[in-house]
């Protein structure tokens, strides 16, 4: 099952056996984070630019979600939604009660304890290094309202439909397309 696009009615059905499972079996659960760790960790990094922050949000995004499995209610959306609006949430926190600093990657450097995390580390380093201009675009973006950050790091950096993000953000397809447009115009004059 993929993310990046819309799924089946018969995948749909598939997660949400899956989901009820993870309920009340841990294993399911663990199912749940070996598909969604890298996504939900991907967005992290794509939204915070620092490693050790990511790594840290993914895991209490999945903490959260674990502690509140039980009273999760299927609505035939993919479950990753819940677990994107988690983590958006995690993020969007720690920006408020950061004043939105972004650390340097210097900072990212000396945080990250190579011997714990070496193949998330050695894989977002290449993935940060394949953009030069990803960490002047980044601060860009983080100088945008959270509002409009959600929307376009889903839309170009996690590559999601209007339809997901619908889903993720848990709002109308005219108020995303909005945001997206109002964002984009915000970023260009920010970025020239």
């Not at 009615?9 to 993870?22: D, I």
Request: contains cysteine; neutral net charge.
């Amino acid at each position: 099952m993929t993310v990046n696009t819309i799924v089946s009615p018969a995948e749909l059905k598939t997660e949400e056996q899956l989901v009820r499972r993870a309920q009340h079996d841990c294993q399911a659960f663990g199912e749940l984070y070996e598909i969604y760790y890298q996504r939900i960790f991907n967005l992290a990094l794509k939204r915070t630019a620092n490693i050790q922050l990511a790594l840290d949000i993914t895991s209490v995004t999945f903490l959260k979600a674990l502690s509140q499995i039980k009273k999760y209610r299927w609505r035939d959306v993919p479950f990753g939604a819940w677990l994107y609006r988690i983590a958006g949430n995690e993020i969007n926190d720690y920006y408020r009660k950061h004043n939105g600093r972004v650390t340097s990657l210097e900072q990212i450097a000396e945080l990250a304890d190579t011997n714990d995390y070496t193949d998330e580390i050695n894989q977002a380093e290449e993935e940060l290094s394949r953009h030069e201009e990803f960490l002047r675009l980044h601060e860009k973006i983080a100088e945008l309202p959270e509002m409009y950050q959600e929307v376009i790091t889903l839309k170009f950096f996690e590559k999601k439909k209007i339809r997901e993000m619908v889903q993720i953000l848990g709002k109308k397809e005219g108020t995303i397309k909005s945001l997206l447009h109002r964002g984009l115009e915000r970023l260009r004059e920010k970025m020239s």
